[in-house]
């Protein structure tokens, strides 16, 4: 007996060895999405000190015990548990953690769960807007975002946008909001070198370009746009016209990942204005019994041979991994955009790379980001405002089409390519192919822009406190060639003429600032963060002219070959810094009661000795509404949060030096029988020259029903812009006539609704619509005692004089003012107008005393329309956008309806000789010419299908772990009244009151054409 009892326990005893020895447990951790191997999870046994690492083909191997759980974790991941049990190999497949990645958003100098944001900020997924040609980063959040209206000023590639959220808030400085990078604010107001001269009449030109166009839309991840002041009050004397906070993509820990994304694309000129054919013409001239000795024997469309369908392409390149320490993502991007006017296009080559390492248990965390951008803008001679003998598309429109294109200038019986016609004798009308060839103007552009953060936990001090070193660089340098040979009628009276320009700008900063987060009690999350920021930025440039070649050979190369006596040279440098000390606190109790508060005091040398330092608070306040009792059973509700904001933000965005006195070069004196230069003031002194300051009111709430099949938001604002920068008188005898002064209000007010709806999701179907609304109302307040101050400059032969909007207390922004158009008078045909005293009279009688208000260019509401759709492996999406009740001056049309135009052997828009105005009247000034340009606009179209099954094309081009492949329309088509070239259009036609520019908006005259786009693109990664 008793040795049987031994002889059981000893069995007992071996079971329990083998129950609780320990063996090696080996495997693989993969990507749940791509199947490729994870380097650097971490893997340890629960509850003890026991782990390991994947190695870099993401296999592991660890000594456990049948009754032990592994846990495996990753950054970016879900975690996973795993019993051990009987297993000796143990796979596993972690999942991206989708949550994790969507409920942090970012804001000024951190982030913050999106279910405890409290301002009005909003995020675009970048790679859902990255469809079709995108060449700058403000066009992913067109019509995207509730509140902000971007208008594209132009079709010519690269062409800048006029970006307004929730309304403008100055007349004088920029109302375009701050651009943050990677935790960089950067500076967009120049980077293009200007041209002596540019913009008059013989020195045609197209203007600014976008500054943003040196960022690859590739490379960014998402973009949050900061809309009110309880949002934005952070970055303080830079936050009155919103903030746009771009971060770009970073790499993840893992096996080494290639991405390709390329597309081709062409473009084509589709809303032609409707000129007079050269049969038309002619009869045109024979019916009012013009001389015909102006006649050719030509058919030429301008319109038509002065563009063309313009190819473009673009392939992007990037690779990226690493391990849990240290993950990395470089990229190299080139676009070859052509514009759909002849020699004009963009070209674009550009790389970054961004690196984040962490050391010392993950304590400390170092981000670096780099990018560099080469662009080559090849520009076309459009010359908006040029006078009436105006650039190229002037001349398209009233360049006689019985001409042609070229002719036998050398008499030899061959006609070579660079023989233009040209009327002879005749400088104010050119060939309108030979402005397009003959005018060689290009920009040279390289920028870097760079970020180095460094955060480091003080543990050893207390839980939650880190420490932040953020440092930025961004250095630009432009550099402008420009040349009319003299065989131009631009330049032939002075035998041709050659620039040079060049621009450098650059902004360092420093920031250095402490964050502190804790729990307490499990329900009271604090956060606070406050800081130091330092930014300089330093603007220097150089121009040289010189006319009087004796050939054409040099080109711009030698300007010392042309005439001495021609020579023209300018030179300028300024700097200016902005100092500034932050703070905020974030505090909620179980994310149910939420508090912000923000305070920044901004220090800039802009302004006056006396007002140099602002202060700029903001407060907010949320509640979640579905976390109380009184909603616990409302089963629809998955979460409802109100939400109440106030802040004060500021501009200074006035240019350099405006508070001190500035002397500038002045006519030559003869002093001692001595011939000297001279210098005289030209600005007024203000000690006293202060920020504008916005003040915000936003009241919102966000919902989520049905458990997300129905979320969005709506919110309410009241901004309002006191101390307005504006040009005042000073008593005379003065040095100058005028001073820069604070006076002023504004007044915005609105609503934004933003909505998005999974109408259906079985299985492999899925249906998502989303859509924006927006309606703002603004109004001029005070003008400091002014009752008007006038803008909109007018162009065109007899127009150019006329200022078209009045800014005035109780009218909004953009007022077109003007006399009232009634009809014709029945027995002569000229145009009648009313006025405010008259009743009717012929339009050229109604003196500007009497003008009247006549439109609005601000729009009543725009709105935004997406849809996405996936079946199985097909994916569709569309996207449109409108405006409704915007109205805009076609300054074209009343210079083109005219057959005044006749006399002067220029062509003509076809209405005009349907309307009875008689061949001896002028275009005339009215509300004839202020058009409804409402508009909806099918902005985008696309149709996917991404390949499941790779195994084909991996025998072919080796490990695919993805492809897809869509063709794309961008500007399918618009549907507006309007009847110029686009309805979305803004020239720039400001007029000054003393040395300040009062802005103008809703003008368009003569603008480069906005394409219909077609593209075909594949994206593969291996």
Same mark, same amino acid.
């Given at each position: 007996?008793?040795?049987?009892?031994?002889?059981?326990?000893?069995?007992?005893?071996?079971?329990?060895?083998?129950?609780?020895?320990?063996?090696?447990?080996?495997?693989?951790?993969?990507?749940?999405?791509?199947?490729?191997?994870?380097?650097?999870?971490?893997?340890?046994?629960?509850?003890?000190?026991?782990?390991?690492?994947?190695?870099?083909?993401?296999?592991?191997?660890?000594?456990?015990?049948?009754?032990?759980?592994?846990?495996?974790?990753?950054?970016?991941?879900?975690?996973?548990?795993?019993?051990?049990?009987?297993?000796?190999?143990?796979?596993?497949?972690?999942?991206?953690?989708?949550?994790?990645?969507?409920?942090?958003?970012?804001?000024?100098?951190?982030?913050?769960?999106?279910?405890?944001?409290?301002?009005?900020?909003?995020?675009?997924?970048?790679?859902?807007?990255?469809?079709?040609?995108?060449?700058?980063?403000?066009?992913?959040?067109?019509?995207?975002?509730?509140?902000?209206?971007?208008?594209?000023?132009?079709?010519?590639?690269?062409?800048?946008?006029?970006?307004?959220?929730?309304?403008?808030?100055?007349?004088?400085?920029?109302?375009?909001?701050?651009?943050?990078?990677?935790?960089?604010?950067?500076?967009?107001?120049?980077?293009?070198?200007?041209?002596?001269?540019?913009?008059?009449?013989?020195?045609?030109?197209?203007?600014?370009?976008?500054?943003?166009?040196?960022?690859?839309?590739?490379?960014?991840?998402?973009?949050?746009?900061?809309?009110?002041?309880?949002?934005?009050?952070?970055?303080?004397?830079?936050?009155?016209?919103?903030?746009?906070?771009?971060?770009?993509?970073?790499?993840?820990?893992?096996?080494?990942?290639?991405?390709?994304?390329?597309?081709?694309?062409?473009?084509?000129?589709?809303?032609?204005?409707?000129?007079?054919?050269?049969?038309?013409?002619?009869?045109?001239?024979?019916?009012?019994?013009?001389?015909?000795?102006?006649?050719?024997?030509?058919?030429?469309?301008?319109?038509?041979?002065?563009?063309?369908?313009?190819?473009?392409?673009?392939?992007?390149?990037?690779?990226?991994?690493?391990?849990?320490?240290?993950?990395?993502?470089?990229?190299?991007?080139?676009?070859?955009?052509?514009?759909?006017?002849?020699?004009?296009?963009?070209?674009?080559?550009?790389?970054?790379?961004?690196?984040?390492?962490?050391?010392?248990?993950?304590?400390?965390?170092?981000?670096?980001?780099?990018?560099?951008?080469?662009?080559?803008?090849?520009?076309?001679?459009?010359?908006?405002?040029?006078?009436?003998?105006?650039?190229?598309?002037?001349?398209?429109?009233?360049?006689?089409?019985?001409?042609?294109?070229?002719?036998?200038?050398?008499?030899?019986?061959?006609?070579?390519?660079?023989?233009?016609?040209?009327?002879?004798?005749?400088?104010?009308?050119?060939?309108?192919?030979?402005?397009?060839?003959?005018?060689?103007?290009?920009?040279?552009?390289?920028?870097?822009?760079?970020?180095?953060?460094?955060?480091?936990?003080?543990?050893?001090?207390?839980?939650?406190?880190?420490?932040?070193?953020?440092?930025?660089?961004?250095?630009?340098?432009?550099?402008?060639?420009?040349?009319?040979?003299?065989?131009?009628?631009?330049?032939?009276?002075?035998?041709?003429?050659?620039?040079?320009?060049?621009?450098?700008?650059?902004?360092?900063?420093?920031?250095?600032?402490?964050?502190?987060?804790?729990?307490?009690?499990?329900?009271?999350?604090?956060?606070?963060?406050?800081?130091?920021?330092?930014?300089?930025?330093?603007?220097?440039?150089?121009?040289?002219?010189?006319?009087?070649?004796?050939?054409?050979?040099?080109?711009?190369?030698?300007?010392?070959?042309?005439?001495?006596?021609?020579?023209?040279?300018?030179?300028?440098?300024?700097?200016?810094?902005?100092?500034?000390?932050?703070?905020?606190?974030?505090?909620?109790?179980?994310?149910?009661?939420?508090?912000?508060?923000?305070?920044?005091?901004?220090?800039?040398?802009?302004?006056?000795?006396?007002?140099?330092?602002?202060?700029?608070?903001?407060?907010?306040?949320?509640?979640?509404?579905?976390?109380?009792? +009184?909603?616990?059973? =409302?089963?629809? @509700?998955? /979460? %409802?949060?109100? !939400?109440?904001?106030?802040?004060?933000?500021? $501009?200074?965005?006035?240019?350099?030096?405006?508070?001190?006195?500035?002397?500038?070069?002045?006519?030559?004196?003869?002093?001692?029988?001595?011939?000297?230069?001279?210098?005289?003031?030209?600005?007024?002194?203000?000690?006293?020259?202060?920020?504008?300051?916005?003040?915000?009111?936003?009241?919102?709430?966000?919902?989520?029903?049905?458990?997300?099949?129905?979320?969005?938001?709506?919110?309410?604002?009241?901004?309002?812009?006191?101390?307005?920068?504006?040009?005042?008188?000073?008593?005379?005898?003065?040095?100058?006539?005028?001073?820069?002064?604070?006076?002023?209000?504004?007044?915005?007010?609105?609503?934004?609704?933003?909505?998005?709806?999974?109408?259906?999701?079985?299985?492999?179907?899925?249906?998502?619509?989303?859509?924006? +609304?927006?309606?703002? =109302?603004?109004? @001029?307040? /005070? %003008?400091?005692? !002014?009752?008007?101050?006038?803008?909109?400059? $007018?162009?065109?032969?007899?127009?150019?004089?006329?200022?078209?909007?009045?800014?005035?207390?109780?009218?909004?922004?953009?007022?077109?003012?003007?006399?009232?158009?009634?009809?014709?008078?029945?027995?002569?045909?000229?145009?009648?107008?009313?006025?405010?005293?008259?009743?009717?009279?012929?339009?050229?009688?109604?003196?500007?005393?009497?003008?009247?208000?006549?439109?609005?260019?601000?729009?009543?509401?725009?709105?935004?329309?997406?849809?996405?759709?996936?079946?199985?492996?097909?994916?569709?999406?569309?996207?449109?956008?409108?405006?409704?009740?915007?109205?805009?001056?076609?300054?074209?049309?009343?210079?083109?309806?005219?057959?005044?135009?006749?006399?002067?052997?220029?062509?003509?828009?076809?209405?005009?000789?349907?309307?009875?105005?008689?061949?001896?009247?002028?275009?005339?000034?009215?509300?004839?010419?202020?058009?409804?340009?409402?508009?909806?606009?099918?902005?985008?179209?696309?149709?996917?299908?991404?390949?499941?099954?790779?195994?084909?094309?991996?025998?072919?081009?080796?490990?695919?772990?993805?492809?897809?492949?869509?063709?794309?329309?961008?500007?399918?088509?618009?549907?507006?009244?309007?009847?110029?070239?686009?309805?979305?259009?803004?020239?720039?036609?400001?007029?000054?009151?003393?040395?300040?520019?009062?802005?103008?908006?809703?003008?368009?005259?003569?603008?480069?054409?906005?394409?219909?786009?077609?593209?075909?693109?594949?994206?593969?990664?291996?």
């Amino acid at each position: 007996m008793v040795k049987k009892i031994l002889l059981l326990s000893t069995l007992m005893l071996c079971c329990v060895s083998l129950a609780f020895a320990q063996r090696t447990i080996t495997g693989t951790v993969t990507d749940a999405d791509s199947g490729l191997p994870l380097p650097g999870v971490n893997i340890a046994i629960k509850g003890t000190m026991t782990g390991t690492t994947t190695d870099i083909n993401g296999q592991y191997r660890i000594q456990a015990n049948q009754g032990d759980v592994l846990v495996f974790s990753f950054v970016g991941y879900l975690t996973q548990e795993v019993p051990v049990g009987t297993q000796d190999v143990i796979d596993v497949a972690l999942a991206v953690d989708e949550v994790l990645l969507d409920e942090v958003v970012v804001v000024g100098y951190g982030t913050q769960r999106r279910a405890n944001v409290t301002g009005s900020a909003e995020r675009v997924n970048a790679d859902e807007a990255n469809v079709g040609l995108v060449s700058a980063p403000e066009q992913l959040i067109q019509g995207r975002v509730a509140g902000v209206n971007i208008i594209q000023n132009g079709g010519e590639p690269g062409a800048p946008t006029t970006v307004r959220i929730r309304g403008g808030t100055s007349i004088s400085a920029s109302n375009e909001p701050l651009y943050v990078i990677d935790g960089v604010p950067i500076d967009n107001a120049g980077g293009t070198p200007s041209l002596l001269g540019e913009g008059d009449s013989n020195t045609p030109s197209s203007g600014r370009k976008n500054p943003l166009v040196f960022l690859n839309p590739n490379d960014i991840e998402s973009i949050d746009v900061l809309k009110d002041a309880s949002a934005a009050a952070i970055y303080g004397s830079r936050g009155a016209n919103g903030v746009i906070l771009i971060t770009t993509k970073k790499g993840r820990a893992g096996q080494v990942q290639v991405d390709y994304d390329g597309y081709v694309s062409t473009s084509n000129f589709y809303r032609k204005l409707p000129l007079l054919t050269a049969e038309e013409y002619r009869a045109a001239v024979r019916r009012f019994g013009l001389p015909e000795n102006n006649l050719g024997d030509a058919d030429t469309d301008w319109q038509d041979v002065v563009t063309r369908d313009a190819i473009s392409h673009q392939h992007n390149l990037a690779f990226g991994g690493g391990t849990s320490a240290t993950q990395y993502r470089a990229s190299v991007s080139y676009l070859n955009q052509e514009g759909i006017i002849l020699d004009s296009g963009l070209e674009r080559v550009s790389g970054r790379i961004n690196v984040n390492h962490s050391a010392f248990d993950d304590r400390l965390r170092i981000d670096t980001r780099l990018t560099g951008s080469f662009f080559h803008d090849n520009r076309a001679p459009y010359n908006q405002t040029g006078g009436f003998e105006g650039g190229l598309l002037t001349n398209v429109l009233k360049y006689n089409p019985t001409l042609p294109i070229r002719t036998d200038r050398n008499g030899d019986g061959v006609v070579e390519d660079n023989e233009f016609f040209e009327i002879p004798g005749q400088t104010s009308r050119r060939n309108p192919v030979a402005l397009a060839i003959q005018v060689e103007d290009f920009v040279k552009t390289t920028r870097v822009l760079g970020s180095f953060k460094a955060d480091y936990d003080f543990t050893f001090i207390t839980e939650g406190l880190t420490g932040t070193v953020n440092l930025g660089l961004d250095r630009q340098q432009a550099s402008r060639r420009y040349f009319i040979p003299a065989a131009s009628p631009l330049r032939q009276s002075v035998n041709g003429e050659a620039q040079q320009a060049n621009t450098e700008q650059s902004s360092e900063l420093i920031e250095l600032y402490g964050t502190y987060n804790r729990t307490f009690e499990d329900a009271h999350n604090l956060s606070l963060v406050g800081g130091y920021s330092f930014q300089e930025f330093l603007q220097e440039g150089f121009s040289a002219r010189a006319q009087g070649f004796v050939t054409d050979l040099f080109e711009y190369n030698n300007l010392a070959a042309g005439n001495a006596n021609t020579y023209q040279v300018s030179s300028f440098k300024q700097k200016n810094r902005l100092i500034s000390f932050f703070g905020r606190l974030n505090y909620d109790y179980n994310g149910k009661y939420i508090l912000s508060a923000s305070l920044r005091r901004d220090g800039s040398s802009r302004f006056g000795k006396d007002e140099k330092w602002g202060l700029f608070p903001a407060f907010t306040v949320g509640w979640r509404l579905s976390d109380e009792a +009184f909603l616990s059973g =409302v089963e629809a @509700i998955s /979460d %409802l949060k109100l !939400r109440v904001g106030w802040g004060v933000t500021g $501009s200074q965005e006035i240019g350099n030096l405006r508070s001190l006195p500035i002397f500038g070069s002045a006519g030559n004196a003869v002093l001692g029988e001595q011939e000297v230069s001279g210098v005289a003031p030209t600005n007024f002194p203000n000690p006293n020259l202060k920020w504008e300051e916005t003040t915000q009111l936003n009241i919102g709430v966000d919902f989520d029903l049905w458990d997300s099949r129905v979320y969005g938001s709506v919110e309410y604002y009241l901004k309002n812009t006191d101390d307005l920068l504006l040009e005042f008188e000073v008593p005379q005898p003065a040095a100058v006539p005028t001073r820069l002064a604070n006076a002023g209000e504004m007044e915005n007010k609105g609503v934004d609704v933003s909505l998005n709806a999974v109408l259906l999701d079985r299985g492999d179907l899925f249906l998502e619509l989303g859509a924006t +609304f927006n309606r703002n =109302v603004n109004e @001029i307040k /005070d %003008l400091g005692g !002014r009752t008007q101050i006038f803008t909109g400059r $007018s162009s065109g032969q007899g127009l150019s004089q006329i200022n078209t909007q009045i800014i005035t207390p109780g009218e909004p922004f953009g007022t077109f003012f003007g006399p009232e158009f009634i009809g014709f008078d029945p027995d002569t045909g000229i145009q009648l107008c009313r006025g405010a005293e008259t009743a009717s009279a012929p339009c050229s009688d109604i003196g500007q005393s009497e003008w009247l208000i006549i439109g609005n260019a601000q729009p009543d509401f725009t709105y935004g329309l997406t849809t996405s759709l996936t079946y199985k492996n097909w994916d569709f999406s569309f996207f449109i956008r409108g405006e409704q009740g915007r109205d805009v001056y076609n300054n074209t049309a009343i210079e083109y309806t005219s057959k005044f135009l006749l006399n002067q052997n220029s062509n003509l828009l076809r209405p005009a000789l349907e309307d009875p105005t008689p061949l001896s009247e002028a275009p005339q000034y009215s509300s004839r010419w202020i058009q409804d340009a409402s508009f909806l606009r099918m902005e985008n179209i696309t149709l996917g299908y991404t390949f499941t099954n790779v195994t084909a094309l991996n025998a072919v081009v080796g490990t695919i772990r993805r492809a897809r492949i869509y063709v794309a329309a961008n500007n399918l088509f618009v549907i507006t009244p309007y009847d110029g070239f686009d309805p979305e259009v803004n020239t720039e036609a400001s007029s000054s009151v003393g040395n300040i520019p009062i802005t103008s908006l809703g003008i368009d005259y003569t603008n480069y054409p906005r394409p219909r786009t077609f593209t075909a693109g594949i994206s593969l990664g291996f």
